[in-house]
């Protein structure tokens, strides 16, 4: 089964990932495109979610809490932080369009416990990381630094013309805490021009599992495992969502020995 996930048509749910259908435990990812006037409704269950406001406005609504019209970019590469909404398991929430929009709808198990509220724009922070062609810029909604999940970490990453990204490669597959965590992956991507594509690799060391994909707007991707790198060809430039979720919510990964001296080099400028 290919790790390149199409959108399903131009409006409404276009993706809906849980983890039956990607063949993992804890990582879903839904994706709705809405119009002005139009709708979408869900309930979390036993699963926390964070609604992610990629582009447009949005009138939101979360366990019979009105949290107002949310939204403020109309397109994600405004570059502006998201408006985003943490709701707890056991709730339903709904959004009316205020504007088109673009609503990412990311999930994971939780205990409960946590109120509905606000995660953006307030607290997030436009940050570059990496040098050279290397170099991208971040939105962090939701890692480790930020006590406002269970399960979930979520963040919004820029890549310019040119530029690689989720590079070196790296990988977080082994449940060995602290040198690394197991967490699965999901990258919704978007391109300027849209008609732009973009690559990603996703390979194991052993050869096990190497697929490379030439990625287009609204693509999702999964990452079961491996390492991820992706990049954007010159003249387009590439936005992605990631969502990771695993038996612990921390981020530790390991370069590819391949690549690590990428890694080293950078880290002495």
Known sequence: ?????????LGGRVHDITPESASWGYVG????????????????GGREAILVLVEGRADIWAGGEAFGVMGERMSPFERTPPHCLYVPP?????????????LAVCTAPSPGGRPAQRLGPEGIELT????????????????????????????????????WSSYPPHRHDED???????????????LRPSQGF?????????????????LQDH?????????HPCGAPYGYEMYYLNVM???????????DPAHGWIAERDSAV
Not at 177 to 185: A, G, I, K, Q, S
Not at 209 to 214: G, H, I, Q, V
Not at 245 to 255: C, D, E, K, L, Y
Request: with cysteine.
């Open 1 to 9: 089964m290919s790790l390149l996930r199409k959108p399903n048509g």
């Open 176 to 190: 060995d805490f602290p040198r690394m965590t197991y967490l699965e992956e999901t990258y919704y991507h978007r």
């Open 245 to 255: 979720a695993g038996p612990r919510r921390a981020w530790r990964f390991a370069n």
């Open 198 to 214: 973009g690559i990603q690799r996703v390979y194991t060391e052993d050869g096990s599992l190497d697929e490379t994909m030439a």
């Open 219 to 227: 693509d999702v991707v999964l990452v079961p495992k491996g390492h």
């Open 29 to 44: 990812f839904s994706l709705y495109r809405l119009a002005a006037g139009e709708a979408a409704t869900e309930v979390t």
């Open 90 to 102: 056991g709730r339903d929430w709904r959004a009316l369009a205020a504007t088109n929009c673009t």
């Open 128 to 163: 570059p990381r990496g040098v050279g062609t290397n170099q991208r810029f971040i939105n962090n909604i939701a890692m480790e630094g930020r006590d406002v999940a269970d399960s979930l970490l979520v963040t919004e990453v820029f890549t310019p013309a040119g530029h």
